[in-house]
């Protein structure tokens, strides 16, 4: 099953709307199947009182702002959500958002989207989460920040008030991750527990970490791009660039044609180099008609298109059928 990739251009537009259609360019420069934005009104987002993470306050160069002053910046109006939609049909690549609030939910759909993320700092809001179970054909729930009794919860709620498919996203909430709080392990976990698809959000820097969730099962992967990690922002610094994510696309499509199924048998390219490879029974001394092999008499030698060495012992003990020489290998023909 191909993975599905979704490039998080989230707020890395700084409010422009010529730098989104950068963003949507390099995703599909790159390959991903999604590209993804973020949907929302700012004061119904945040509070007043609301301050920034740390990682927001040291990634802008600001600790004074307030988040949502930060925010009010990074809106995208009615009018760029059209022209990114229309946008993206031009590029050939599907366009997705995130909600953060009600009224934003309600928005996504008049627009047409039938797959709905739940990002991880709305996996405890019931009326979000309710609204999203009416709303959506297909569930994305990520799970930053959470145990795995709030996860059940929401799968809870949302199973309660659809029949949706969900995949559950792993994920944790620090940007930059440090790798020693990926867990991915605890995605597996998921998967177990809640009988569902699984997938991964990453905020670690690089591609190793994605790499490897689709090497242990992941169906989707998220990662947040921008076009210059120098850039002032909240996300930029945890994001890759352009040619990363390429590269991290490239090798997730070479993992899942690597992982196959779980039947091992030869490959079509690796047939031709068995008789190469493998041993076939070869005599190691001159023997006369009528004499005995013995295990002595036998050496194993490549190529391997003749009597397997697995078949040593059938072959002790019997006669020789003609003159053999030393270093000839054996056919069933020249013993009784």
């Known amino acids: ?40 009104k700012a004061n119904k987002l945040v509070s007043k009182a609301a301050v920034k993470a740390d990682y927001q306050s040291h990634n802008t160069g600001n ?17 760029d959500h059209y022209e990114l939609i229309d946008y993206c049909k031009s590029k050939e690549i599907k366009f997705f958002s995130t909600a953060f609030d009600l009224d934003s939910l309600t928005f996504l759909k008049e627009l047409g989207l039938t797959l709905f993320k739940i990002p991880s700092g709305e996996l405890t809001n019931l009326p979000y989460l309710e609204k999203v179970a009416l709303l959506a054909e297909e569930i994305i729930l ?11 919860e929401a799968i809870q709620v949302l199973r309660e008030k659809s029949t949706s498919k969900i995949t559950v996203l792993h994920c944790n909430t620090e940007y930059p991750t440090p790798y020693q709080d990926v ?4 995605m597996l976990a998921i998967a177990k527990e809640f009988n569902v698809e699984i ?31 120098t850039l002032p922002g909240p996300d930029h610094a945890a994001s890759l660039e352009p040619n990363e994510l ?42 006369k008609a009528g004499e005995i092999i013995l295990e002595s008499d036998l ?20 006669i020789a059928a003609v003159d053999l020489s030393a270093g000839q290998k054996l056919t069933i023909e020249d013993v009784n």
């Not at 599905?4 to 409010?15: D, K, M, Q, S, T």
């Not at 599909?28 to 199947?33: H, I, R």
């Not at 600790?63 to 009018?79: G, P, V």
């Not at 867990?183 to 605890?186: R, T, W």
């Open 1 to 40: 099953m191909k993975t599905l990739i979704i490039a998080e251009a989230g707020v890395n537009h700084n409010g422009d709307i010529e730098t989104a259609k950068r963003l949507i360019d390099a995703a599909v420069t790159a390959g991903v199947d999604y590209v993804k934005f973020q949907t929302f």
């Open 63 to 79: 600790s004074t702002e307030s988040q949502l002053q930060m925010l009010q910046k990074l809106e995208l109006s009615i009018a």
């Open 142 to 152: 990520s799970t930053g920040m959470s145990t795995m009794q709030e996860i059940g």
């Open 183 to 186: 867990n991915l392990f605890a």
């Open 199 to 229: 997938g991964y959000s990453d905020h670690t820097l690089g591609i190793d970490v994605p790499i490897a969730a689709v090497a242990l099962g992941a169906k989707v992967i998220e990662k947040h791009f921008t076009l210059d990690r």
């Open 246 to 287: 390429h590269t991290m696309v490239s090798a997730i499509r070479n993992v899942e044609a690597a992982l196959g199924s779980e039947v091992k048998e030869p490959s079509s390219s690796e047939l031709k180099n068995i008789a190469i490879a493998r041993k076939s029974i070869h005599l190691a001394n001159e023997k």
């Open 299 to 318: 050496e194993m030698l490549r190529p391997g298109d003749g009597i397997s060495p697995m078949r040593m012992r059938d072959i002790i003990g019997k």
